[in-house]
C-alpha cells in the first residue's frame, strides 16, 4: 500500500528556507504514471497547492509562490522534497505531499491527488 | 488564475441529500474533482473527472458538472460525513487550483 510521510523542522525562522522531505514507500516516485507534488494549509484556512513534479525532474509551481519554491526529487532514495526560501509567519502551515495522477482533458493536463500523506506542521517565527 | 467560489457552509439533517457547490468561469468546460477533510486529518480524494468515485468511496457521494457550477451530491447524509470538502479543478496558469472550501455540519 502506497504511504507518503512528510518530515523535516517544525520551527524556521523568518528568513530562512523551509525544507521539508517527503518520503514515499510502497510505490516508486520513478513511475511514469503519476507526478508528486506539494500542498499547505495555513491554520483553519483552506488548502493552497505549492507545486509539482515528474520523475524526469520537469516542474510546475503555482505562480504565487513560484519565485521562493524549488521542488526536486531523489529517485534512488524515493524521496521527494520542497524547500521555500525568505519565510515570514504567512507561511506557516501544515504542508502534505500527494500523488498527483493525471491524464490529458481539452488544453489540459488534469491532475487529481489521490493519495496523500498525513501533513508536517511548520511554525516560522523567531 | 481561476477562483472557484464554495459557500462557506452548509447544514443537512441526517438522512437527507447535501448538495455543496464549487463555482467558477465556464466551469462545466473542465473537470472537477472533490475532497474531504476531516478535522485534523488529510484530504481525502471523494469525487474525480466530474462524477467518478475512487475505489471505496460509498455511492452516496456522487458529482455532477454544468454551466458555471461542480456539485457535490451526499445521499442520506450520514454524521460520519461532517466535514470540510474542497472542489479542485484545473487552470492554464496554475495547473491545480483549489476552492475555498465548505464546511458540511450534520445536525
Known amino acids: 500500500q502506497l504511504q507518503l510521510q512528510e518530515s523535516g523542522p517544525g520551527l524556521v ?54 519565485s ?3 521542488i526536486s526529487v531523489d529517485t534512488s532514495k524515493n524521496q521527494l522534497s520542497l524547500q521555500l526560501s525568505s519565510v515570514t509567519a504567512a507561511d506557516t502551515a501544515v504542508f502534505y505531499c ?13 491532475y487529481y491527488l489521490d493519495v496523500w500523506g498525513k501533513g508536517t506542521t511548520v511554525t516560522v517565527s523567531s | 488564475s481561476s477562483e472557484l467560489t464554495q459557500p462557506p457552509s452548509v447544514s443537512v439533517s441526517p438522512g437527507q441529500t447535501a448538495g455543496i457547490t464549487c463555482s467558477g468561469e465556464t466551469l462545466g468546460d473542465k473537470h472537477v474533482c472533490w475532497y474531504q477533510q476531516k478535522p485534523g486529518q488529510s484530504p481525502v480524494l471523494v469525487i474525480y473527472q466530474n462524477k467518478r468515485r475512487p475505489s471505496g ?41 483549489f476552492g475555498g472550501g465548505t464546511k458540511l455540519t450534520v445536525l
Not at chain 1, 503519476?34 to 500542498?39: A, D, R, V
Not at chain 2, 442520506?76 to 472542489?87: I, V
Open chain 1, 13 to 66: 525562522k523568518p528568513s530562512e528556507t523551509l525544507s521539508l522531505t517527503c518520503t514515499v514507500s510502497g510505490g516508486s516516485l520513478s513511475s511514469s504514471s503519476y507526478y508528486w507534488g506539494w500542498i499547505r494549509q495555513p491554520p483553519g484556512k483552506g488548502l493552497e497547492w505549492i507545486g509539482n513534479i515528474f520523475y524526469s525532474g520537469s516542474t510546475s509551481y503555482n505562480p504565487s509562490l513560484k
Open chain 1, 68 to 70: 521562493r519554491v524549488t
Open chain 1, 98 to 110: 500527494a500523488r498527483h495522477s493525471y491524464y490529458f482533458y481539452g488544453s489540459g493536463r488534469y
Open chain 2, 57 to 97: 468511496i460509498p455511492e452516496r457521494f456522487s458529482g455532477s458538472n454544468s454551466g458555471n457550477t461542480a456539485t457535490l451530491t451526499i445521499s442520506g447524509t450520514q454524521a460520519a460525513d461532517e466535514a470540510d470538502y474542497y472542489c479542485q479543478a484545473w487552470d492554464s496558469n496554475t495547473a491545480v487550483v
